[in-house]
C-alpha cells in the first residue's frame, strides 16, 4: 500500500512565502514523475509543477519564476517551495506521484493541502 502525506499549507499574506512536502511511503521499486496540482473553489484541478526522476521540471505559466519545485530522492520526497504568493494562488494543493509497483506504473493523490493567501 501507498500513502503520500502532505505538509506546509497555511495561511499567508501576499508576497509571502510557503514550502510544500510531500513524502511517498509504503510498497514500490521506482517513483518516476511527481508533482503539484491545485484546485481552488468552483474551478478544475490544475497542474502547478512536475518533476521527474532525473529532475526535469516543467511549470505553469502562472507560477514561473515564483515556485520552485524540487525533489529528494532518497527521501522519496518531493517539495515546492512558494515565493510572492498571489491571493489567485490560494487552492488546496495536491501532491501526485507515478510509481512502479511490481512491473505496472500506478498514479497516487495525497489529501490535499489548503495554501489560502490574504490581500
Known amino acids: 500500500q501507498v500513502q503520500l502525506v502532505e505538509s506546509g499549507g497555511g495561511l499567508v499574506q501576499a508576497g509571502g512565502s510557503l514550502r510544500l512536502s510531500c513524502a511517498a511511503s509504503?510498497?514500490?521499486?521506482?517513483?518516476?514523475?511527481m508533482g503539484w496540482y491545485r484546485q481552488a473553489p468552483g474551478k478544475q484541478r490544475e497542474l502547478v509543477a512536475t518533476?521527474?526522476?532525473?529532475?526535469?521540471?516543467n511549470y505553469a505559466d502562472s507560477v514561473k519564476g515564483r515556485f520552485t519545485i524540487s525533489r529528494d530522492n532518497a527521501k522519496n520526497t518531493v517539495y515546492l517551495q512558494m515565493n510572492s504568493l498571489k491571493p489567485e494562488d490560494t487552492a488546496v494543493y495536491y501532491c501526485?506521484?507515478?510509481?512502479?509497483?511490481?512491473?505496472?506504473?500506478?498514479?497516487?493523490w495525497g489529501q490535499g493541502t489548503q495554501v489560502t493567501v490574504s490581500s
Open positions: 518533476i521527474t526522476s532525473g529532475g526535469s521540471r
Open positions: 501526485n506521484t507515478d510509481l512502479e509497483v511490481a512491473g505496472y506504473g500506478y498514479e497516487y
Open positions: 509504503g510498497s514500490f521499486s521506482s517513483i518516476n514523475v
